[in-house]
T-cell receptor, first 110, second 113 residues
Framework: KNEVEQSPQNLTAQEGEFITINCSYS?????LHWLQQHPGGGIVSLFM???GKKKHGRLIATINIQEKHSSLHITASHPRDSAVYIC????????????FGTGTRLTIIP | ETGVTQSPTHLIKTRGQQVTLRCSSQ?????VSWYQQALGQGPQFIFQ???????GRGNFPPRFSGLQFPNYSSELNVNALELDDSALYLC????????????FGQGTRLTVV
């Protein structure tokens, strides 16, 4: 079992739909990251959170430390949101390396 | 843009050759981590450098080695390249000040033929 599990693996939705991507992890963490990766590879950090909720524009990220679960929500989705969304956790065991999920491929259809 | 620059962006090498990939860190960051992302997979941790010293290593053989320089930029060296080394190599810079926010470069896509 992977330390970081994401669901769904693939998600296709119509423009305007509300999107939820889930991340569960099994290790102790100091922080959880939501990242966006476009074709070509570059990764952009969307959020880093260790508790509660953060909002940036149409993106909302929540984390429940007790349940070891986080969600990324996209409101009023747009085709430009199409990308791979990756959840990664920073362990609390010293070197803060990131352990990544395998990503959720999101496609928003106009 | 994150301020983290990787070079080269693409590279083709032959099996058995050696390769050096480079990463400049975000200004003010003293930690660089390297990750390997095979096609369709999530990135896997290779190693991390903090203040010019290796500070943790993933499950990669010794032919994967690294360096960090006084300006905190970093190199990843891979010797005796194998076909399975073909991947996107990502570096992330961060600062060990309590915040673990990481900024990623665009990656170097290595193809071993």
């Amino acid at each position: 079992k992977n330390e970081v599990e994401q669901s769904p693996q693939n998600l296709t939705a119509q423009e305007g739909e509300f999107i939820t991507i889930n991340c569960s992890y099994s290790v102790g963490i100091s922080a959880l990251h939501w990242l966006q990766q476009h074709p070509g590879g570059g990764i952009v950090s969307l959020f880093m959170l260790s508790s509660g909720k953060k909002k940036h524009g149409r993106l909302i990220a929540t984390i429940n430390i007790q349940e070891k679960h986080s969600s990324l929500h996209i409101t009023a989705s747009h085709p430009r949101d199409s990308a791979v969304y990756i959840c990664a956790v920073a362990s609390n065991f010293g070197n803060e390396k990131l352990t990544f999920g395998t990503g959720t491929r999101l496609t928003i259809i106009p | 843009e994150t301020g983290v620059t990787q070079s080269p962006t693409h590279l083709i090498k032959t099996r058995g050759q050696q390769v050096t990939l480079r990463c400049s860190s975000q200004s003010g960051h003293n930690t660089v981590s390297w990750y390997q992302q095979a096609l369709g997979q999530g990135p896997q941790f290779i190693f991390q450098y903090y203040r010019e010293e290796e500070n943790g290593r993933g499950n990669f053989p010794p032919r994967f080695s690294g360096l960090q320089f006084p300006n905190y930029s970093s190199e990843l060296n891979v010797n005796a390249l194998e076909l399975d080394d073909s991947a996107l190599y990502l570096c992330a810079s961060s600062s060990k000040t309590g915040s673990t926010e990481a900024f990623f470069g665009q990656g170097t896509r290595l193809t071993v033929v």
